[in-house]
């Protein structure tokens, strides 16, 4: 995050929402530190994203697709759920700080899971 602070112009991160805030607020000190506006860095959030219309489904695809890892686990490196839970997520990490997130959708389901996510997600953050 010292290098971020001193000389980019955007940072991507991984992490669950404890994580992302843990960093924003590291990087925010830095930032400090150098003299730098904290705002003038692009924050974005890199995941994993499964939408499902039922939470369980939702969350054994991710399971699947991260090899059984542990939920703890799992939420550094996904959001996951119902399009209504995957927008909470996604306006929780929006309030912390990050300004764009980068997903990678579902593997075996990609084509519909890009048609879903910009029917039932992007719409809610024009």
Request: charged residues 30%; hydrophobic residues 40%.
């Amino acid at each position: 995050m010292k290098i971020v602070a001193k000389f980019a112009d955007a940072c991507n991160l991984i992490g669950s929402l404890e994580t992302i805030k843990r960093k924003l607020t590291v990087l925010r000190e830095h930032c400090e530190t150098v003299g730098r506006d904290y705002d003038s860095i692009l924050k974005t959030k890199l995941c994993t994203l499964i939408i499902n219309d039922d939470a369980n489904t939702a969350k054994k695809r991710v399971q699947d697709i991260l090899n059984g890892m542990p939920e703890e686990q799992i939420r550094e490196f996904a959001i996951y759920g119902t399009h209504e839970e995957v927008c909470r997520q996604i306006e929780l990490f929006e309030r912390a700080g990050i300004e764009y997130i980068i997903v990678n959708l579902e593997p075996s389901n990609e084509v519909d899971s890009l048609e879903r996510f910009a029917k039932e997600i992007i719409q809610n953050f024009k």
